[in-house]
């Protein structure tokens, strides 16, 4: 051992002589933490793009609509029902026991005015969520109508993104309102926001979704750093920690006060190839790809199994998945190079361009890919760039071979609008009418089942096609702290009310 | 024993200390293994196998030094990483080392205006956040070694420069300097016969350690498609790889950083030797 | 000295305008922007225009830069695209935090590596030159996060003696008066919370600390050996004082020059943000800050963080000169 590292043993073996446990925000009763990996914009509800984020300010000001994962569908939330009374028009009836922390009621004015702000503010990122809204209107106190440029069907799934903010106070306070009276209807008040760093929030205690076991506050808190946010949730400065990752997972297991739990992702990792450029216009290279990839060899060496192999773009437990389906697409190298070979194309030079650290094992996953693809004929460039640089290329449409991840998928009808119909954007430039006809009637179909069919004819095709191979669904791993109930959700969700303190 | 004989023994027998023996026996067989990789590497170092991923080091075992997250094998990515690793950190040593310290000798030597204007450009290029720059730069001019070492040296002259000028203004006025002087010699003699011998030891130790930095960085430049592309071994992008494994697989970073070590541990051992052969004081017995 | 002030005091301005054209200019030259990173996935192009136009990004660059500088000019630096913002405070509240680590790590360091050099340089090749050497080098030659997680592993984890990141824990109330916690504990006397907050430094200033600590020591080895070589210390010597007396009164003052300069561009290098060593540790500095406004192509963000940075490290800089005089009455500054 040597002098300088020996002097700071010496300094820090001082420092912790007289050191307490380090146990400073040992959990009680009261309140946990949760460290969390993104990061944490301003108070403006509608003015953070980060998932995570989105349904915390659901939480705080009471969305329209939540997604209930026990019953697997959309349910009412602020509202007491939302129906469809036309074809293009919604009635959404407020409920009259969730109030504002500040004792306001809930009013038809509020949605009117939070769709408009979610729309014209000039920090909102959520225009998307109400981009299908013609109008709305105060019909009484409480009943709002909604209005949409076409029929659709989604916009119970979009309303669970809007979070309603009080008209009453923006009009009197302005933008200024967010930070000094955050006052939502939602079962936890906002105590405070630390820009980057932090966010606090109480519980409400006579709100009816919360229950006294619910903790008192929650602080989610950034940790970057995954093996902090293990050590952290050994220590019990946390109490749960999102985003353990696959090599940690063991450790987590192995923990004397924690274990793992795992909640399947509704984001579709897959490999897109762009059919509007060479090689990838022909079917036979883009099939031969998708023969070439060895899923299980990847997910179990570099996922530790945590993975959930896709048929195609969506898997259980979201809408339009279809038990029975089979992708054609199975590891089958020998088929892969018999069509490479089939079509000319043997040992043409092709560009892999993949995100770092953006997705679960990202590039390690690609990186494995290399020697499968170079297997059945390809010549592989792996291509690295940094993200914001690699994304604005995708959406342009300028990469034509790329590993991504989609996410927001509970229902597909957006993201499946977005990479497979005819122009409705470049980032894959694929067109095939049969599938553009059964997306928009997908779109226009009310009822449930006939929507189900059409959604599932439209996935068929594509898988089939292959304009991307879909390869699975991460199974995201937390850290759970033993003495609480959380059972994991899809989409990144913490609820308070999903959060139970066992009693000692 | 004539004077001329006692000048060389007192010049060059530092050599023959077993440290610097040791050093020059080191980068010798450093380079070896770089020239020489194809023969000594026991795999190809691309070869992947995913069943033998993280597998553990063994003596005697296939995999001396262990594998990584995909079953390469580390032993071999370490002798091929040293073709890159080497020849980028010895090359930006070599720019930014030259750059900084004709730039700093100057700035400190004739002060006032130049060195107002020097310490201004250096004020400058500190600002560049390196992440962005490196970002513009693929945008810009494309990708490649020398792209990658004009990246990194664009910033690492500037140690030398501050260290050049510090020492150089505490020479100028200095009784050997000043005699100099009044004997009439060039500022351009001043500079290389008296200032420059003077600040080796200093420029020694600032270019071993910022050799290290350098072959740790070219990792997070390489990635952004700056360097050698993603797939090609080096020490900097073998230790980048193993930051997520740190807790379950130790090998993977701790035996590229011995190799960093080594190497800078080298050099050092030969730096500090030549150090002495610059040395004004001792030449002039 | 007075006038020598003033006027480098008055050089940082065009030295800012420089940075802010040239930081700019990157920005505009790298590909990526804040709209594609920042709006979501599924925003219509006619919301994505009216974000550009919100934002000002659909004016030519040069009316855009010369409209920042118009406002900077004013003390208004804009606001942050990503956290919604203004610059100002979003990097005011973070320095504090940047220059706290900066300067625990940088006292470590100094009082490490400047004796263990000095004792290295009068006895070249003992047990404790050699020893320091090898851990100068290994320090340096390990990147910070193996270091940092290592510590949290061990400290934080196995002996579970000291927290895991962060600067303070949840519930800390502390008026804050300066920003450096320590400082601010110190004077409201609640030593309860200048030794949480030492607690939550420990780490992070020790992985800072280390790295820095090889250099300065290699440094003031290799100084000061030259410095003993020197006729003025053989004259010492010879008049009899004592050798610990030559060794620090005469050798070492010669060799701080250089130890300054270093420690100043070290120190320098650290407030601009220890970008792995706030994310190993989320520690709420400046670099975090900084690496996400890139990320995300936060262009006010970016420019804003580096006029901040620039503007301390020129500061630093002058202070370093001014200390060459005080070390070495013959440097003057023209």
Sequence with gaps: MSNSRILMGAAVAALLAAAPPAQAEEMTRERIAVGITETIAGYNPYADAVVLIGSLWCKVYGCITRFDFEEGRMVPSLAESMEAVGERVWEVKLRSDWVRHNGDPVVAEDVVHSIERSRSDPDSMRQFVVVSIESAEAVDERTVRITTKEPDATLPDNLSLLPITSKRLYDEYGQAADRNHPHGAGPYRLVEVSVGNHMILERVDDHPMVSPTNPRQIMYRIMAEPEQRVTALSNGEIQIAQGVPPQLVARVDGLPNAHAAFANSVEMMFLAMNPSTHPWDVKEARQAAAHAINREAIVAALLGGRATLLDGPVGEGQFGYEPGYTTPYNYDPERGRALLEEAGLSGVEIDFYTPVGRYTADRQIAEAMVPMLEDVGFKVNLRTPEWATLWADVQAGGVPFYYMGRGQMLDPSRALRQYFETDSSPRLDYSNPEVDRLLQAERRTFDVDERLDTMREAMRLITEDAPAHFLWLHQMAWGVADGIDFTPRPADRVDGWDIHIRKN | MSAATLGFRHRFNYLLAPKVVFGIAVIALLIAAAIFAPWIAPHDPARQDLMRAMTAPQWGGPHLLGTDHVGRDLLSRIIYGSRISLAIGVAVVLVSGAVGIFLGVISGYFGGRTDSLIQKMLEVFWAFPPLLLAIAIVAFLGQGLGIIIIALASQRWIPYCRLARAEAMALRDREFVVAARSLGASPARILTRHILPNIVPSMVVVGTFAMATAIISEASLSFLGLGVPPTIPTWGSMLADSRAYISTSWWMALFPGLAIFITVLAINLVGDALRSHFDPKLKNI | MASYLVRR?????????????????????????????????????????????????????????????????????????????????????????????????????????????????????????????????????????????????????????????GREPWGMDLPSITGFLTIDALIQGRFDVLWTALRHLALPAIVLGTSMTGIIMQLTRATVAEALREDYVMTARAKGLSERLVLWRHAFRNALVAVVTIIGLEFGALISGAIIVETVFSWPGIGMLLIQSITFRDYPLIVGLVLIYTTLFVLVNVAIDILYTIIDPRIRMK
């Design chain 3, 9 to 165: 005091l008055i050089g940082v301005i065009p030295v800012l305008f420089m940075v802010s054209l040239m930081v700019f200019a990157l920005t505009q030259l790298a590909p990526g922007d804040p709209v594609s990173m920042l709006v979501s996935d599924e925003a219509s192009p006619e919301d994505r225009q009216k974000i550009v136009e919100a934002w000002g990004l659909d004016r030519p660059a040069p009316v855009q830069y010369l409209s920042f500088l118009k406002n900077a000019v004013l003390g208004d630096f804009g606001s942050s695209f990503r956290y919604r913002e203004p610059v100002m405070d979003l990097v005011l509240a973070r320095l504090p935090a940047s220059i706290e680590l900066a300067v625990y790590a940088t006292l470590l360091a100094v009082i490490i590596g400047i004796p263990l050099g000095v004792l290295s340089a009068a006895r070249p090749n003992s047990l404790l030159d050699n020893a320091g050497s090898l851990v100068g080098f290994f320090g340096v030659s390990m990147p910070n996060f193996w270091f940092g997680i290592l510590l949290i592993l061990v400290f934080a984890g196995v002996f579970n003696v000291l927290p895991s990141g």
